[in-house]
């Protein structure tokens, strides 16, 4: 995808518009008019030339003197720079602050953190915007697209494996972009990308085939989530195909996003996509076709080369200007939402870069480094800590080695911004161990120095894993376990383990840092390293963050959200969409590496006296589990308590079991809580393919209650009513 901005006249538009707003109003200025007869009246001062030139990612109408906005990255923090160069063609970049990746902050599975981390980067577009005239306030972000299959090499933008868990943090994400004013929203989200897009191999003309209740079962719960309860204002159509018919023209867009989910905003294409029902689906013949399918279909959005395509369709006769109409209406919608059509005085979100300039850009400002911080020791797991190795002692040590090639660099991917600074691993564990520890460091490209440097070491602290770009061009990873956008991985064992082998065949003290981007088959390092650590790329505190939980002064209590196989043998193929084939925690029928939710502590937690609000509910009602959880150790630590559903008696396939709550809860050395999880029971419903609705089954369902998907002590049965 490639930003498509209105460059000309930005500067002039800013004052112009200003200064047209002090006039007398016209209807689409007036707030006291009708929300759809503003946009009438705004459309009906377009020429058709203008509303072709809005047919993109910038609703700038300058021959009205309306000042709009255009899209932006933002997977995990404003992108105006950063390696993707976001910022923009002939434009400075501008610093911004920078989070772990997606699958890094799904990993904490604390949607009230990751919300505020959405405010921060809603809060950096609007101060962009007025302050250095960016117009990027629709934000690509989130990801809501699952991670059916390790080997997909945008596994880093997704949250992770689960419905239940992807749609809450992309619900959390949608409300944290939009904010909570009543009147106006911060910035828009737009969701990506819809629908089943977890194969980048061949993706401009493949096809991801399944049924229906997956459809609404599994794919599309993510994003239905964040429509209906985040209401999310925009979303992008993937370039892959459902079932042969490719997405941009899939007439569930119509059908189900908007008619049954209620959605009115933006839907855009991805970037070519509209070419590509040409070139690759073949679902036209000409581009003419396509762009008048693409817009009857309601999409309102080109990130393509679309102008000309949609002159020749009228022309054509097989599009009309009402057409167009009917489109525009969504993204106009939005800019309402955001105030852009009302007088700057009346929306609070337009003095954002204007009464705050005194304090500072919001990248320096102390509290969002602080979050930042907070977000990525909240994002790290530990998946192995034998003898208690962990956390290290400063106070006890002489030395330490820090190897590895990404022990001194924080890596960006494709989406990410600039940061205003980053903390490398060596940095944070220099700046922790104090002057009293001699850290030594080696790159590990020459394995026997790294290992000479290792054997004079206390401790051995080896940092692996990929290279989110690759440290290639586009659609080239030379390392055949990386991947990124356009390039799925061919294997998932990890190249930089011989390294790791290296380091421990000269000292036992050795602890494994995974710096990745998705799973790894890392049965060797599981088996012999005492200590590991897992963590996701791209935070500017990545060093810092590492170091709080190395030294023990955070107690890690990150969670996977997808599991991690032993082999590829356990995997189906690629291409097999339909997940009841062995995929994930809900179906498959062997012992993984890691599980789904799993995620050790420094201290330990028990489980008991599970009791549930009745035996019995209605298909109406909810169900209420409350559960005593215990931090049994001796120091306070996070515990995320986890409640899945298993049908006992249903007619039809089920999972072998689904989260359907979860809470990271803070629990003192000692304290025990009653944790209480609620679980609607129409969120127990399956896709009844006959009636072409959501069913609630006269069904025996058992609750298992626990903190990871294969450690769930605690198990309870109670009968649903049908519907």
């Given at each position: 995808m490639h930003k498509i901005f209105i460059f000309a006249a930005i500067s002039v538009l800013f004052t112009s518009t200003a200064l047209a707003q002090t006039s007398p109003r016209l209807p689409w200025q007036d707030p006291r008019v009708p929300p759809e007869n503003r946009i009438t009246d705004l459309l009906s001062r377009m020429s058709l030339d203008d509303k072709i030139s809005v047919l993109n990612s910038n609703s700038t109408a300058p021959a009205i003197g309306f000042m709009g906005a255009s899209q932006s990255e933002g997977l995990h923090g404003l992108a105006e720079g950063g390696p993707g160069h976001w910022e923009g063609k002939n434009q400075p970049i501008i610093p911004t602050t920078t989070f772990p990746q997606s699958h890094g902050l799904g990993q904490t599975w604390d949607p009230d953190l990751i919300r505020q981390m959405a405010r921060v980067e809603a809060y950096e577009a609007r101060y962009t915007y007025s302050r250095y005239h960016r117009l990027g306030l629709i934000i690509r972000s989130p990801n809501a697209d699952l991670s059916r299959d390790p080997r997909w090499g945008r596994t880093e933008e997704s949250f992770g494996e689960d419905p239940f868990l992807v749609g809450t943090m992309a619900t959390a994400v949608t409300r944290g972009l939009q904010g909570d004013d009543p009147h106006y929203w911060m910035s828009v989200s737009l969701l990506k990308h819809f629908l089943a897009n977890s194969n980048e191999n061949g993706r401009d003309g493949s096809s991801s085939d399944f049924d229906e209740r997956l459809f609404h079962e599994y794919y599309s719960v993510p994003f239905r989530m964040a429509i209906e309860e985040g209401h999310a204002g925009g979303m992008m159509a993937s370039y892959n195909a459902w079932n042969g018919t490719p997405m941009t023209v899939n007439p569930v867009l119509r059908e189900v996003v908007r008619k049954q989910w209620g959605f009115d905003g933006i839907l855009c294409t991805d970037g070519g996509a509209m070419t590509n029902l040409v070139k690759f689906h073949r679902a036209f013949a000409t581009l003419p076709q396509a762009a008048a399918a693409t817009i009857k279909n309601s999409v309102s959005e080109f990130l393509d080369d679309y102008q000309q395509p949609v002159r020749d369709a009228l022309k054509q006769g097989i599009l009309t200007e009402h057409d167009i109409d009917d489109v525009l209406r969504g993204p106009y919608r939005i800019m309402l939402r955001l105030g852009l059509m009302d007088i700057p005085?009346?929306?609070?979100?337009?003095?954002?870069?204007?009464?705050?300039?005194?304090?500072?850009?919001p990248w320096t400002w102390t509290e969002n480094k602080a979050l930042v911080r907070k977000v990525t020791d909240e994002s790290i797991v530990l998946l192995k800590n034998d003898g208690g190795m962990l956390p290290l002692d400063a106070g006890k040590l002489e030395s330490l080695?820090?190897?590895?090639?990404?022990?001194?660099?924080?890596?960006?991917?494709?989406?990410?911004?600039t940061p205003p600074y980053v903390v490398t691993p060596l940095a944070g564990i220099r700046a922790r161990a104090g002057a009293s520890v001699h850290v030594m460091y080696s790159d590990g490209k020459d394995e026997k120095a790294a290992a000479t440097i290792a054997a004079r070491a206390d401790i051995a602290i080896v940092i692996v894993g990929n290279n989110p770009t690759c440290g290639a061009g586009w659609m080239i990873c030379p390392t055949p376990s990386d991947g990124k956008e356009a390039v799925d991985r061919k294997t998932l064992t990890l190249e930089q383990e011989s390294l790791v082998k290296a380091v421990l065949a000269v000292n036992p003290h050795t602890v494994a840092v995974l710096q990745v981007s998705f799973p790894y088959t890392t049965t060797w390092t599981q088996e012999h390293a005492p200590a590991i650590l897992e963590m996701a790329h791209n935070s500017q505190e990545q060093g810092n963050g590492l170091a709080d939980v190395l030294f023990g002064d955070y107690n890690p209590a990150g969670r996977l959200g997808q599991t991690w196989?032993?082999?590829?043998?356990?995997?189906?193929?690629?291409?097999?969409y339909n997940i009841r084939h062995g995929r994930m925690y809900m179906y498959l029928d062997s012992r993984p590496l890691y599980a789904f939710g799993f995620g050790l502590s420094y201290t330990s937690f028990s489980y008991k006296n599970l009791r549930l609000s009745g035996t019995e509910v209605s298909a109406n009602g909810k169900l209420i589990a409350t559960v005593d959880v215990k931090n049994t150790g001796l120091r306070e630590g996070d515990e995320v308590v986890q409640l899945y559903i298993a049908h006992l008696n249903s007619k039809v396939e089920r999972p072998r079991q689904e989260l359907k709550a979860f809470r990271r809860v803070h629990l003192a050395a000692g304290e025990t809580r009653a944790i209480e999880l609620q679980v609607p029971i129409q969120s127990l419903a399956y896709w009844n393919t006959a009636a072409r609705r959501f069913t609630v089954e006269a069904d025996r369902i058992q609750v298992r209650v626990g903190g990871s998907s294969d450690s769930l002590p605690l198990k309870a049965d109670a009968t649903v009513s049908e519907q």
């Open positions: 005085s009346q929306n609070p979100m337009a003095r954002i870069g204007i009464d705050d300039v005194a304090k500072g850009d080695a820090v190897i590895g090639p990404l022990a001194d660099k924080v890596e960006l991917d494709w989406y990410s911004g196989v032993r082999n590829m043998n356990q995997l189906p193929p690629m291409m097999d």
